[in-house]
């Protein structure tokens, strides 16, 4: 989705830097989002506060708001095809490998 957005807007984007944020996103914020999805993520309570206040103070309280959204639509999403145990689609198995990210056998 990111990447499809960033095509659409003409706005180039480092997609590996979801997983390997020190390559830098290339997106407006995106040092912001990356540090503010991350604390979701990984339930980092520590870091969470801060985060939030420099998407804040770099976006404003609106992209935090959408941030925050959008990452508690992709959670709800993910635990729904988890829970029912969705297969990944062959064409996004590209996406994964340029994350650096195996697709389980048993999603396949």
Avoid: W
């Amino acid at each position: 989705m990111l990447r499809e957005s960033a095509n659409a807007q003409g706005q180039p984007i480092n997609v590996p830097a979801v997983t390997r944020p020190l390559l830098g996103a290339q997106l407006p914020l995106g040092d912001e989002l990356l540090a503010f999805t991350d604390a979701i993520a990984l339930l980092d309570f520590d870091e969470l506060p801060i985060a939030r206040a420099d998407l804040i103070a770099a976006g404003g309280s609106g992209a935090a708001t959408r941030a925050a959204a959008v990452c508690a639509s992709f959670e709800g999403i993910n635990r729904i095809v988890d829970a029912v145990g969705v297969p990944v689609n062959k064409r996004f198995y590209d996406i994964g490998t340029e994350l650096g990210v195996e697709v389980p056998d048993h999603l396949r």
